[in-house]
C-alpha cells in the first residue's frame, strides 16, 4: 500500500498517518508542483480506487464506472503485454470520447479523471 498512498500524496491527498516527508531534490519538486498546477484535485468527490484487472471483461466493467463519473486509477501489472496494450487503448479512446485526462504514474499505473486542465 506504500506505493499508492505515495501516489495519492502526489496527487494531492494526504494519507490518514501523518508522516514527515522524504527529502526530495529539484526535479521531483518541480514534477510534483508540475501535476498539482496541472490538475485541480480539491474538485475530487472522494480518493480513487486502485484497480488491477486481469481481463478485457474486467477492463469493460472499468470503463463502464468511468462512464458512470468515477474517476479511475488503474494498473495493468497482472496483464500480458499485448492484452495491457489493447486495454490502454480502450480506456485512452474512453477517455478521449469523455474528454478525460490521463495521467501515468508509472509503466504500468494510469490515472482517468474526469478534470479539466486549468
Known amino acids: 500500500m506504500g506505493f499508492l498512498n505515495g501516489f495519492l500524496r502526489t496527487l494531492g491527498f494526504e494519507g490518514d498517518k501523518k508522516k514527515t516527508p ?13 501535476t498539482q498546477a496541472q490538475y485541480d484535485l480539491k474538485n475530487l468527490k472522494e480518493k480513487p480506487v486502485l484497480y488491477e484487472p ?9 470503463v463502464d464506472k468511468f462512464k458512470n463519473g468515477e474517476d479511475i486509477l488503474v ?14 487503448d ?4 474512453a477517455t478521449y470520447a469523455l474528454s478525460g485526462k490521463i495521467k501515468q504514474s508509472d509503466t504500468t499505473t494510469y490515472f482517468f479523471c474526469h478534470l479539466e486542465l486549468e
Open 75 to 88: 494498473d495493468l501489472k497482472n496483464m500480458e503485454p499485448k492484452e495491457r496494450t489493447r486495454a490502454l
Open 90 to 93: 480502450f480506456f485512452s479512446g
Open 54 to 62: 486481469k481481463s478485457q471483461s474486467e477492463v469493460q466493467t472499468l
Open 22 to 34: 522524504p527529502k526530495e531534490n529539484d526535479q521531483q519538486k518541480q514534477k510534483m508542483q508540475s
